[in-house]
């Protein structure tokens, strides 16, 4: 083998490992929002964004790319129950700096306008959780 078939061969490599990876990635977002969710009684769902109840390890991962990671979550969430009227989200985005609940809430107020948004409730959830009506 010369040195250019070789260079194609390790390149075909790195790209199997990236679209595995990427096949990875997509299992465990998947995943994550299926067990971020805890249905609580008939129309109100509990959505924990707490980035150790989304994902199993933040290895390689900084501040910027797991805020994203969390506000991916959010937004599939938002969109997989736009139509379900009447339904509500609990949003558990903890106290923290308030920098999760600041980017959740300037969503609310510019990609989901129609739909209701306040404070959860504060004996349960304390200052860390969003409540959203679907409307």
């Known amino acids: 083998m010369n040195e250019t078939e070789i260079n194609q061969l390790a390149a075909k490599a790195i790209q199997r490992e990236q679209e595995e990876a990427v096949k990875e990635k997509k299992k465990a977002e ?37 805020l994203e990671y969390q506000l991916d979550v959010f937004r599939k969430t938002m969109e997989e ?17 308030g920098i999760l609940r600041q980017r959740i809430l300037w969503e609310l107020q510019t990609k989901y306008k129609r ?5 959860a409730s504060f004996k349960q959830y304390g200052y860390g959780a969003t409540l959203v009506t679907i409307k």
């Open 81 to 97: 129950y736009k139509l379900r009227k009447g339904l509500k989200i609990v949003f558990i985005h903890g106290k923290g700096d």
């Open 115 to 119: 739909h209701q948004h306040q404070d």
């Open 30 to 66: 998947t995943t994550a929002v299926a067990r971020s969710q805890k249905q609580t009684t008939g129309n109100i769902i509990e959505i924990d964004l707490h980035c150790n109840e989304l994902l199993s390890t933040t290895t390689g991962m900084d501040n910027k790319d797991i």
